[in-house]
């Protein structure tokens, strides 16, 4: 009988490795600086009233912005990305009301640098096949003063997953393979 934690290190491996297989095939990546996604991205901003907003990808060992507004960057580490945390809550939305307060991100490089991020809230956004791609994120350098309405960041995580569905190229077929020539010689 193996470890309770060796089996949740391997489910979680494993886990990461679908995930991560699901990133790659969807070349969602070639729709960085969608207008798409800026339109998205602009209108929860503007909701929300926040300085920063952003569609990411997590990917192996960063967090890819497809589009951001107010951070002024491209890509973070995975390690130190809000982004990567949401994608693991199982679809729901992850609201961090002040991040020094929170273990979790408190020693994060932008909280305690710029740009000094204290109010978080993001929501997963999938693929077709319920595969947690990245997030759909707005954040403040000021801490949540009051209750978050989280039902316009849910909207347009979906709005996200239907723009990232329908403006990807279709995947090119895949070449025959040995086994397949024999199928279709078969039929």
């Known amino acids: 009988m193996q470890e309770p934690n060796v089996d949740n290190w391997f489910q979680a491996f494993s886990a990461e490795k679908k995930r991560q297989g699901a990133v790659d095939r969807s070349r969602v ?3 960085r600086g969608s207008s798409e996604l800026l339109r998205i991205v602009d209108e929860v901003r503007d909701h929300y009233r926040t ?3 952003a569609i990411s990808i997590i990917d192996r060992r960063s967090q890819l912005l497809l589009a951001e507004r107010g951070l002024g960057y491209a890509e973070t ?3 130190t990305a809000f982004c990567a945390v949401t994608i693991q809550q199982g679809g729901r939305a992850l609201v961090v009301p002040d991040a020094r307060t929170d273990v979790r991100f408190a ?3 932008s909280v305690t640098g710029d740009p000094y991020i204290r109010f978080y809230a993001g929501v997963p956004i999938h693929d077709d096949g319920g595969m947690a791609l990245g997030a759909i994120c707005v954040a403040d350098n ?3 003063a009051a209750g978050f309405d989280r039902s316009l960041l849910v909207r ?3 709005e996200a997953e239907r723009a990232i569905a329908e403006t990807l190229p279709p995947e090119p077929p895949a070449a025959p393979t040995a086994w397949r020539l024999r199928l279709d010689s078969d039929v």
């Open 29 to 31: 990546v070639s729709l």
């Open 51 to 53: 300085p920063f907003a």
């Open 77 to 79: 580490a995975r390690s």
């Open 107 to 109: 020693g994060y490089e």
């Open 142 to 144: 000021a801490p949540l």
């Open 156 to 158: 347009m995580a979906r």
